[in-house]
Every structure is written in C-alpha cells, then in structure tokens.
Nanobody, 127 residues
Framework: QAQLVESGGGLVQAGGSLNLSCEIR????????MAWFRQTPGKEHQFVAA????????YYEDSVRDRFTISRDNSKSAVYLQMNGLKPEDTAVYYC????????????????????WGRGTQVTVSS
C-alpha cells in the first residue's frame, strides 16, 4: 500500500532553517514525480516545489524560489525540502505528493492532480 510520510517540521525563528523529509513507501519511486504543498487553516493547498522523477528538473513557487530547495534520493525512497530564510508567512502544514510519470508534465499546481499525498508536518515560524 502506497504511503508518504513527512517529518522534520517544528518551531523555528524567522530567518532560521528546517529540512523536511518525505519517506516514500509502497511505490516504485522512479515512476513518480514528487512535489511539496502547504496549507494554512481555511485556505487551499498551495504548491511549493516539484522535482521530476530522476531529479533532472525542479520548479518552485515564486515566493520560495530563492530560499527553498527540493531534492530527492531515489535510492533511499525519499524527497526533501531544505527551507532557509524562513518567514512567518511560511507557517503551514507541509505535504509531499507523488504524481505518476504517465500523467505527462512533471508538476501541477493543484494537489488533486497528484496520485498520493501524505498527512503533513507542521512548520511554525515565529517573528
């Protein structure tokens, strides 16, 4: 059974860093493009970053482009999100998501276009 398990969230001061991890279980990892989304209460899931299935290509939401880095290690069935220069507006629950390569383009800005996603990890940035 496919399962995505996020970890690494926590409380950090503005300007600090966190490295989120997503463990991918029950999938052929190289068959899936991976992405991170985030959500704050009462709002839709927001796309954050994506990496193609062999990590050749990445794509970022504009507000995180120069601060966050997505990477993946298929040999470890994991995808990561290194977050630097955190701001209070980055506070959210962060989710990783998997999109089958058979769906074509390696990313979508909409979570419902992904096949699997996890339960999320809370990131709180204090000012």
């Amino acid at each position: 059974q496919a399962q995505l398990v996020e970890s690494g969230g926590g409380l950090v001061q503005a300007g600090g860093s966190l490295n989120l991890s997503c463990e991918i279980r029950g999938l052929i990892v190289s068959d899936y493009h991976m992405a991170w989304f985030r959500q704050t209460p009462g709002k839709e899931h927001q796309f954050v970053a994506a990496a193609s299935r062999h990590n050749q290509r990445t794509y970022y939401e504009d507000s995180v482009r120069d601060r966050f880095t997505i990477s993946r290690d298929n040999s470890k069935s994991a995808v990561y999100l290194q977050m630097n220069g955190l701001k209070p507006e980055d506070t959210a629950v962060y989710y990783c998501a998997a999109r089958s390569y058979r769906r074509g383009v390696y990313y979508s800005l909409h979570l419902h276009d992904y096949t699997y996603w996890g339960r999320g990890t809370q990131v709180t940035v204090s000012s």
